[in-house]
C-alpha cells in the first residue's frame, strides 16, 4: 500500500513568517512530486513540482526534496493570509499518473 | 471559461437513486480521472481513462461507473446511490506529453459536491 503522510494541522503562522509543510512518502521508485493548494470547498490547484534531490524556488515558494529520507516539504515565505489554504502532497511513481497518491492534507492558516 | 468543467457543482440525491456527474474539458488532454474527496481521507481515484476506448479501475470503483462519450467527455455514475458516497467529487485531467524531468501533474476540475439522504 503506497502512503502519503502529512500532519493534518492547522499549521498557524504569523503573516510574513515563513511557513515550513512536510510530507513523507512510502514508495521509494516515487519519480515525481507536487504540491496542491486548495482552498476550502474549491478544486486543488498545482503550485510546485520536484523531480530530483535539493531545492527547486519559484516566487515564495520553494520545495524541497531528499529521496533517500523519503520526503518532502514545502516553503512558504512571507506568508500572507491569502496562502490559508490546505496543501495536499502527491507522489507519483509513473509517467501515466495512473500512479498519483495525495496526501491527506495540511492545514495552513495564516494570521493578520 | 473553465479548461475542466463539471456539472452539477452540487446535488442532493436520495438513496437508491441513479446520478450522473459529468466533465468535459478544452485541453485536449486524452487522460480523464475521477476522483473522490473525504475529510481526512485525501483524494481517491475511482476510474481513469487514457483514451476513448479505454477505462481502468483505481482504488475505489465499486459503487461506481464511468463512460468516456469522447477525448473531451468523461461521466461518472452511481446506479443505486447511498449515504456512504456523499462526498466532494472531482474530475481532472493530464497531459500526455511529458517535462524533461516526467509527468506533468493534474488540472483538476472544480468538483460536484454530492450529497446522498
Known amino acids: 500500500q503506497k502512503e502519503v503522510e502529512q500532519n493534518s494541522g492547522p499549521l498557524s503562522v504569523p503573516e510574513g513568517a515563513i511557513a515550513s509543510l512536510n510530507c513523507t512518502y512510502s514508495?521509494?521508485?516515487?519519480?515525481?512530486f507536487f504540491w496542491y493548494r486548495q482552498y476550502s470547498g474549491k478544486s486543488p490547484e498545482l503550485i510546485m513540482s520536484?523531480?530530483?534531490?535539493g531545492d527547486k524556488e519559484d516566487g515564495r515558494f520553494t520545495a524541497q526534496l531528499n529521496k533517500a529520507s523519503q520526503y518532502v516539504s514545502l516553503l512558504i515565505r512571507d506568508s500572507q493570509p491569502s496562502d490559508s489554504a490546505t496543501y495536499l502532497c502527491?507522489?507519483?511513481?509513473?509517467?501515466?499518473?495512473?500512479?498519483?497518491?495525495f496526501g491527506p492534507g495540511t492545514r495552513l492558516s495564516v494570521l493578520p | 471559461d473553465a479548461d475542466v468543467t463539471q456539472t452539477p457543482r452540487n446535488r442532493i440525491t436520495k438513496t437508491g437513486k441513479r446520478i450522473m456527474l459529468e466533465c468535459s474539458q478544452t485541453?485536449?488532454?486524452?487522460?480523464m480521472y475521477w476522483y473522490r474527496q473525504d475529510p481526512g481521507l485525501g483524494l481517491r481515484l475511482i476510474y481513469y481513462?487514457?483514451?476513448?476506448?479505454?477505462?481502468n479501475k483505481g482504488e475505489i470503483s465499486d459503487g461506481y461507473s464511468v463512460s468516456r462519450q469522447a477525448q473531451a467527455k468523461f461521466s461518472l455514475s452511481l446506479e443505486s446511490a447511498i449515504p456512504n458516497q456523499t462526498a466532494l467529487y472531482f474530475c481532472?485531467?493530464?497531459?500526455?506529453?511529458?517535462?524533461?524531468?516526467?509527468?506533468?501533474?493534474?488540472?483538476f476540475g472544480s468538483g460536484t459536491r454530492l450529497t446522498v439522504v
Open positions: 520536484i523531480y530530483s534531490n
Open positions: 514508495d521509494r521508485v516515487s519519480q515525481s
Open positions: 481532472a485531467t493530464s497531459d500526455p506529453r511529458l517535462s524533461d524531468r516526467g509527468f506533468l501533474g493534474y488540472t
Open positions: 481513462s487514457f483514451d476513448v476506448k479505454d477505462i
Open positions: 485541453k485536449g488532454h486524452d487522460r
Open positions: 502527491a507522489v507519483n511513481s509513473d509517467n501515466y499518473g495512473q500512479n498519483f497518491v
